[in-house]
């Protein structure tokens, strides 16, 4: 199943899968690298994402998990991520070890980024996009 058809199947707010769980995450496990609203670059794609949300361990249907080939397997945190500047709808669903942090370049033009980033965060202060009310419900340690 492909991640893109995954989503589509169910609203979001039903689901569990993906980092998608509305479902308060009442501590943060050490090993949860980035927080919600940090930049990242996958890099494979080598595209900028915004962090979502994340599971401490993978949540996905069982046939998506082995097809990851991952390094250091299913033992590591998972992102739920949203292309930065593209106007797309399309989350990511990725283990930490393919991510890392990303800061942009000192400007003062208001870079141009994904208009549906609004919905989940109320302000992009240079280096972090602060997550709304619902968000931070969600994820309160980030």
């Known amino acids: 199943m492909k991640l893109e058809q995954a989503f589509s199947a169910k609203p979001l707010d039903e ?57 250091k397997g299913q033992e590591q945190p998972f992102y739920r991520l949203l292309p930065f500047k593209e106007d797309s709808t399309t989350y990511l669903y990725r283990a930490q070890e393919a991510l890392r942090l990303e800061t942009l370049p000192e400007t003062k033009q208001e870079p141009n980024y994904n208009p549906k980033l609004r919905r989940y965060f109320s302000a992009f202060d240079g280096t972090i996009f602060i997550a709304n009310e619902e968000l931070r419900q969600i994820y309160p340690f980030g």
């Open 15 to 71: 689901s569990s899968f993906y980092g998608a769980s509305p479902t308060p995450r009442k501590t943060r496990p050490n090993d949860v690298k980035f927080h919600v609203g940090e930049l990242v670059v996958d890099l494979e794609k080598r595209n900028i994402y915004v962090v979502m949300g994340w599971d401490h361990r993978p949540q996905a249907p069982t046939d998506f998990l082995p097809s990851l080939n991952l390094k």
